[in-house]
């Protein structure tokens, strides 16, 4: 049962352009989102995150979206640089100190 | 804040063998986590501690892995009779109490044979 979904396995947008990652959820008891992003033979390092309170989380370039009503997050980057080209994955959480769900995870490469 | 440390970082072994890994979270988390990630997948939980209570584990955690965190503070994973699906990066994380962020180590990179 996977209660975190990224659809798109992968995306390619040019540099200085707008990034778009989508994620969606299925559990309504999440109430705290966030973003992380992954290079190779890294660990995850957090990104952004946003209450279920809230609609919009902005971190420089970063925003995070939420549309409780459509369990629905996105995070948008811009403008796109060519470092950002790494995994990201959306996860989720259902209280205080809960363990996080995650998505499958989206490959995102920013080409010069 | 030296941030959260994992050893070996990569570990090659017959199946069969039992293997260990060892996680060391940043000094004042009180919270420690594991985590799995196999190809094209996201992390998936394993178990968590917060201090030295081993507070949830996995339907992933079958009878062969075993996590300790006696003092609460370093925790070790420990896997006995590897088979080559448990090959997987084995991650690490942790965090405090006042904040839900989690801090991830590099991972242990396990390639049972």
């Known amino acids: 049962d996977q209660q975190v979904k990224q659809n798109s396995p992968s995306l390619s947008v040019q540099e200085g352009r707008i990034s778009i990652l989508n994620c969606d959820y299925t559990n309504s008891m999440f109430d705290y989102f966030l973003w992380y992003k992954k290079y190779p033979a890294e660990g995850p390092t957090f990104l952004i995150s946003?209450?279920?309170?809230?609609d919009k989380n902005e971190d420089g370039r970063f925003t995070v979206f939420l549309n409780k009503s459509a369990k629905h997050l996105s995070l948008h980057i811009v403008p796109s640089q060519p470092g950002d080209s790494a995994v990201y994955f959306c996860?989720?959480?259902?209280?205080?100190?809960?363990?996080?769900?995650f998505g499958t995870g989206t490959r995102l490469a920013v080409r010069p | 804040d030296t941030g959260v440390s994992q050893n070996p970082r990569h570990k090659i072994t017959k199946r069969g063998q039992n293997v260990t890994f060892r996680c060391d979270p940043i000094s004042e988390h009180n919270r420690l986590y594991w985590y799995r990630q196999t190809l094209g997948q996201g992390p998936e939980f394993l178990t968590y501690?917060?201090?030295?209570?081993?507070?949830?584990k996995s339907r992933l955690l079958s009878d062969r892995f075993s996590a300790e965190r006696p003092k609460g503070s370093f925790s070790t994973l420990e896997i006995q009779r590897t088979e080559q699906g448990d090959s997987a990066m084995y991650l690490c994380a942790s965090s405090s109490t006042s904040n839900e962020k989690l801090f991830f180590g590099s991972g242990t990179q396990l390639s049972v044979l």
């Open positions: 946003i209450s279920s309170i809230k």
């Open positions: 996860a989720a959480r259902r209280g205080s100190g809960d363990k996080l769900t």
């Open positions: 501690f917060q201090n030295e209570a081993q507070l949830e």
